[in-house]
């Protein structure tokens, strides 16, 4: 069985599921924050818009260093600017994943923060975990909604608000 078919179809899904969260966000509440040390709508949303770009970042490169300082998240000021970038990460990822071979998935990719080596993975576990992270965030965003008392969509079949 070849992983990168499967990969591509949670890819897609996923997907699916994610833009119905962030096309929900009310644009008047992108700086709320349910607590200080939580992130802002607009962050957590941007931070869930990239992740698909993740995928692409496995296979073209072979670390993440973040004492390097190099990220800079996108500026996204409303939803279709959020949905713009979410598909613009989206078709980077996928496509790269669309075009890479099995082994292209074995190599190793370090997370570190300079000389500290956070984690270890094979890049397919990089994308893996991005897909989690995707998941992960996709779930904070949705108790920030409920806080907000937005309706959430369904994820894995109806939610509360759809029954």
């Known amino acids: 069985m070849k992983i990168i078919p499967m990969l591509l179809k949670e890819m ?3 997907a699916q599921t994610t833009r119905k969260m962030l096309s929900i966000i009310p644009e008047d509440k992108y700086d709320w924050q349910p607590h200080v040390k939580s992130m802002t709508v607009r962050r957590l949303a941007t931070h869930i818009a990239e992740l698909p770009g993740w995928v692409d970042m496995a296979l073209i490169t072979n670390e993440l260093d973040f004492a390097k300082g190099d990220y800079k998240p996108a500026v996204i000021n409303n939803n279709a600017e959020l949905l713009a970038y979410f598909e613009k990460c989206y078709a980077e990822g996928y496509n790269r994943l669309a075009a890479a071979t099995e082994d292209d998935l074995l190599p190793k990719w370090t997370l570190r923060s ?3 080596i ?9 994308i ?7 998941t992960h965030h996709r779930a904070q965003l949705g108790v920030f909604l409920r806080l ?5 969509p369904g994820s894995y079949g109806p ?3 759809e029954m």
């Open 114 to 116: 300079g000389e500290h």
């Open 159 to 161: 939610s509360a608000d």
């Open 12 to 14: 897609e899904q996923e």
């Open 128 to 134: 893996r975990v991005a897909f989690s992270q995707t």
């Open 148 to 152: 907000l008392d937005v309706p959430i």
């Open 118 to 126: 956070i984690q270890v993975y094979t890049k397919a576990e990089v």
